[in-house]
């Protein structure tokens, strides 16, 4: 029985670590910098003596590279940084002659976004 605990325990945390997010090129970068900074972490504290100063200098490196990617693309592009799938699917409707005229602002803002899912109730339980 402990055994099951612990494997429904990592269940638990590896499913809140990968949960969905809203789909925006700003978040993909976030989600990137976060999971290099937890592999860098475990590298340094579980490698080899020799290693952690490559390593960290390395993660240190390309963090530093996606910052200068977002800024880059934040300067090129500030729409599509945050600009997300809804808002994309809208303008494509016109684009692709589905939609016969342009949708105002506060239309696009109306349409259905994709957010985070509802976490599900757990071992069982039913509301």
Known sequence: MEKFE????IKNALSALSQ???KTPLSFFFRVVFYLSV???VAIVWGRPEMQRLVFL???GVI?????????????????????????RAEAKLAFGTEKRELTS???SSLPGSGKPLELPTGGESS
């Open 106 to 108: 506060a239309e696009i």
């Open 58 to 60: 390395t993660g240190v």
């Open 39 to 41: 592999m860098v972490i």
């Open 6 to 9: 612990l494997f429904k325990q």
């Open 64 to 88: 530093g590279l996606v910052v200068l990617a977002v800024i880059v693309f934040g300067w090129y592009k500030p729409k599509n940084l945050t600009y997300g799938e809804t808002g994309h």
């Open 20 to 22: 969905q997010e809203v």
